[in-house]
């Protein structure tokens, strides 16, 4: 795979933030109907993801405990943006979620110096956005309105960084932007056919899922590697095919949340 300037590059990474989930993990938000999560699974599964950021990928990983405050609260991604100059916290859209950020400030202000916030009336998940460079797509979702949406393009914008929006209000079956699109370097997007024809990916290699795998369109790439959900094979050769080294990882109980392999951790490079 080609290099990229680590202080520019979307996916080297040197730390990143998990939580570890909560006991009533299955109280928290899902539209998705595929059973009730199993707390020892969960926390397998967990334990394997923080496995795979430490031993495969080399990270430092900051473990935050439960907190039965918030049981979607092992959603880190969505309380914060995280770049190599600057941190942004957000304002999530649902309103039991909405606790998460101060639960999670103390500890972004423990590694990034310059930290924005979201404000009122500005709502923002993590998960609707999608840093691919120089370039960040900001998803505008029912979780993140418009003004949270412009909030963050001007921060993003006064930091030197293009912005751009994509509304999947008319999307069916999609929370975030990032359930549905991932970028893993190399001018290279993972999509769903639904964002296909948008004009702002053009200037993208475009790798389809299909749409019977469309849930591991959410995949990370993390320095050399792709962490991909397991047993979604026509994603996996497209990706193999193409030299990336890949990390299945066994996901099911977090889907069962609406939860996929971004949700679990926030992720950042700083300067040894
Ligand atoms: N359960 C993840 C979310 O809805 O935010």
Known sequence: MSSENPMESSYTFTHAIVRIPGTNFAEGLTSVDFGIPDYPTVRLQHSAYIAALKTACGLQVTVLPADDSYPDGTFVEDTAIVTPHFAVMTR??????????SAMEDTIRAHFQTVYSIT?????????????????????SH????????QLASILESNGYRAVMVDIRGMKNILHLKSGIAYIGDQRLVMWQDFAEMACFNDYEKIITLPEENYAANCIRINEHILIPADYDHLADQLETRGYSLIPLVMEEFQKMDGGLSCLSLRFFKEP
């Open 120 to 140: 009122e009336p500005g709502t923002l998940d993590g998960g609707d956005i999608c840093d691919a460079g120089d370039t960040f797509f900001i998803g505008i």
């Open 92 to 101: 999530p859209g649902a309103a039991s979620r909405a606790g998460e950020v």
């Open 143 to 150: 979780r993140t309105n418009e003004e949270g949406a412009h």
